[in-house]
Each structure stands twice: as structure tokens, then as C-alpha cells.
């Protein structure tokens, strides 16, 4: 029962949040996007790029101003990060764009290196963004049945990664529409041959837009906004018959995002703690300053 009020409380939250909404774009049109494109500035406010010394490593998305959510196989050799978020172009991020460092990293404890089950991990920012109309959090589904009852449509991949095999990553973020494809047919022995969980999604079949982290998107018609389904794991044949995109299914995970959201109140309230103790200091080290002269 505790879990069931808090998976009700995580739904509302993201009702009353404002979470999924592009402040630039309007609902998905009703034309389908064939193949990747260049995604223009502010079609996805909730990307980010995790990037290691200046360098795109990973995408990711805002879940609030202080989390991100990406996979974890992203961070299991390397240690130095950064989160670049109002990103469009990796080689000019331009004016739009904010950068924070991480606090912590909060990787699932039964991810699987081997199966790639729960691909996936939760950054804790140093000091939150600031949201505006190029940065913008997204909304996840509470729980499974939450999903189902969300009327989902137009299902998007975004990202800097390659638009065919083997390519090289783009410069400019790219997006995709893809279709979801339901497990039975995505563990067809000619396809991934079984190896696809109940913690998977896969989705798409002609494009390769995006990277590891990133998002898989769909428009929820009954909430007018965007929801985060997938978490980009892997099937990085981009182009390739038979070889969607495997995503983490982010609906399985509800009570791993409760968590975040429970602690949220109070690191934001550390946030601002530090900040007054850092004014107090400057005040004081003023204070004192004056004192000796």
C-alpha cells in the first residue's frame, strides 16, 4: 500500500509540474518523420550531453533541475563529467546552453553488464538548472499501468549519435520518429534471438539518432505532453534489418524514481543552505576585512 500511494503521489507530481511541454513547439504533427533529421533549437528542452573533458560521451534527459536520468553503462570507466543542457550544435553550444558538474551518481543495483538489464542511472547535479524555454524537465511514467493509460503516439529517439552504421557522431543534435515493437516480435530468433526482458522496449527500425542515455519520447494524447519511456541501452546497428533500438523500459522502475523524488525536497533545500552559507562567509570575511584596516 505504501508503494501504491507514493507511485499515485509520483503521477500527480508530474500533472502539477509542468514536465513534458515544449514551450516552442506545439504538439507532433500529424506527418510522420521518415529516417533523422536536425532537430531544431528547443524540440527536445529536456536533452542533455554528458560529456567527459569537453567531449559528448552520453545523452540524457532532465527529469528536474537537479536529476538526470541516462544508462549505466555510460559511466562504469571513466569518472570526470559534465552535463551540458540548451544544447543544439556540440561544436558551439551558443547561448542557450547551461553547464553543471555532478554531485553523485546513482547507478541501479541490479544492472547486468552481461544482459544489460537495468541500463540504467540517476546524476545528481551540482546546483540546479535554470529552466527556460530551451531547458525543460521531462515527464516518466508512474508505473506500467500509468504507461498504458497514457495513450501514447508519436514515438521519438533524439541525440548526437550516428545516422548510419558505423557513422561517426553528428555535430547537431538529431531527431527520429520510430514505432515501438512489441517483445515478442523483437525476440524473433532472426532479431535479438530472446535476449530482450520485460525491462526492455524496442522501438524503430530505420534510424539511428540516438545515443546511449538518451531518450525514447512518446506524446501522451490524454496529458498534452511528452513522457520518457525508454532509456537508450543498446542495438547500436543503426540501419541495419532486424536491429532496433533496445531501450530501458522506464515504467519498470517505479519505485527506483520514488526515491529520487523523495530526496529532491531536501537536496534542494542543501542547495540553498550552501548558498547562505556562502553569502555568510563573504559578509563576514568583508566584516572582518574592515576591522583590520
Not at 560521451?57 to 537537479?66: F, I
Not at 547561448?95 to 546524476?123: C, E, F, P, W
Request: hydrophobic share 35%; proline share 4%; charged share 20%.
Amino acid at each position: 500500500a505504501f508503494w501504491l500511494i507514493l507511485s499515485i503521489n509520483l503521477k500527480l507530481f508530474f500533472s502539477l509540474l509542468g514536465c513534458g511541454e515544449r514551450p516552442l513547439f506545439g504538439p507532433p504533427g500529424a506527418s510522420r518523420i521518415v529516417g533523422g533529421r536536425e532537430a531544431p533549437e528547443g524540440a527536445w528542452p529536456w536533452q542533455v550531453s554528458i560529456q567527459i573533458q569537453y567531449r559528448h560521451h552520453c545523452g540524457g534527459t532532465l527529469l528536474s533541475s537537479v536529476w538526470v536520468l541516462t544508462a549505466t553503462h555510460c559511466f562504469y570507466h571513466h569518472l570526470y563529467f559534465r552535463v551540458v543542457a540548451g544544447l543544439n550544435t556540440l561544436s558551439s553550444p551558443g547561448k542557450y546552453a547551461q553547464v553543471r558538474s555532478i554531485r553523485g551518481v546513482k547507478m541501479h543495483d541490479g544492472y547486468n553488464i552481461i544482459t544489460s538489464d537495468n541500463d540504467v542511472t540517476l546524476l545528481l547535479l551540482s546546483s540546479p538548472f535554470k529552466f527556460t524555454n530551451y531547458i525543460q524537465p521531462i515527464c516518466l511514467p508512474g508505473d506500467v499501468i500509468h504507461e498504458a493509460m497514457l495513450n501514447l503516439s508519436h514515438c521519438f529517439v533524439s541525440g548526437w549519435g550516428s545516422t548510419y552504421y558505423k557513422g561517426p557522431l553528428t555535430n547537431k543534435l538529431q531527431e527520429a520518429e520510430v514505432e515501438l515493437i512489441d517483445r515478442r516480435t523483437c525476440n524473433r530468433v532472426t532479431w535479438y534471438n530472446g535476449i530482450i526482458t520485460e525491462k526492455m522496449i524496442c522501438a524503430g527500425l530505420e534510424s539511428g539518432a540516438g545515443d546511449s542515455g538518451g531518450p525514447l519520447q512518446c506524446y501522451s494524447e490524454n496529458q498534452d505532453r511528452f513522457y520518457q519511456v525508454g532509456v537508450t541501452s543498446f542495438g547500436d546497428e543503426c540501419g541495419l534489418p532486424h536491429k532496433p533500438g533496445v531501450y530501458a523500459r522506464v515504467s519498470i522502475f517505479s519505485k527506483w524514481k520514488i526515491l529520487m523524488k523523495s530526496q529532491e525536497n531536501i537536496l534542494k533545500f542543501q542547495f540553498w543552505m550552501e548558498r547562505v552559507k556562502i553569502q555568510w562567509r563573504r559578509h563576514y570575511k568583508k566584516r572582518r576585512n574592515k576591522k583590520t584596516k
